[in-house]
């Protein structure tokens, strides 16, 4: 398992990042979700200590939920909004979850997890809209009720630039609110005084060019 390849390995300290978890019943939890709490919940039981990130949607290049959000909002003339994508989401810009990982890898804290989110909440719809007014493609929504997983997924796939599978397990996360039980991870991963990008700052630094508000310590 990965409990014993970290176990027997030379490492010292091991940051995992992860999904946050709806305060639920994990019988209640996606698949996909499921799946990130058993990974935590092993590599928690490891020798080494292991700090796990959790973060919701994390706005930039690379995350994967951001880019099919990105291709889902502008690569048809309307976003279909399936009525799961009425859940709220707190995202996270990703010069800030990158700050929280260095700041668990240089920590001597002991085996634990934080909730990293920017501390804006928003729902789905809007965030998608959010991301075509900053981007200068506006779109209409078209609400649609009912749809299951596997028909959001082929769909999502043709649309966007990801397997039917992965479109499928982030849709069926959708219908959990996807927001942090607290923020104690300013103050403890990073200083105190850390302001993370708002959403718009974090679209705008992902799609465009960083804003003309960003101090310069924060384009590093």
Known sequence: SVRRALDASAVTR???????????????????LLSRWEVERELSRSRVPVITI???????????????LGQLAGRLPVTVVPDRMNSRVEPIAVVDLVA???????????????????????????LLKRYGDITGMPRAQIRVPFLPDAVLGR?????????????????????????ARDHRWIGTLV???????????ALCRAVLR???????????
Request: cysteine-free; proline content about 9%.
């Open 14 to 32: 091991a940051v995992y990042v992860s999904g946050l978890i709806p305060q639920v019943d994990t019988a209640e939890l996606s698949e996909h």
């Open 210 to 220: 960083p804003d003309p508000g960003t101090p310069p310590e924060r384009l590093h």
């Open 100 to 126: 929280a990982v260095l700041g668990a890898a240089r920590s001597d804290l002991p085996t634990t997890s934080f909730d990293v989110a920017g501390g804006e909440i928003i729902s789905y719809p809007d």
């Open 155 to 179: 769909v999502g796939a043709w649309i966007a630039d990801a397997p039917s599978e992965t479109v499928a397990a982030l849709m069926e996360s959708l219908r959990h609110d996807m927001i």
């Open 191 to 201: 200083l105190p005084n850390h302001r993370p990008l708002g959403i718009d700052q």
């Open 54 to 68: 959790r973060a919701a949607i994390v706005l930039g290049s690379g995350s994967t939920s951001f880019e099919v």
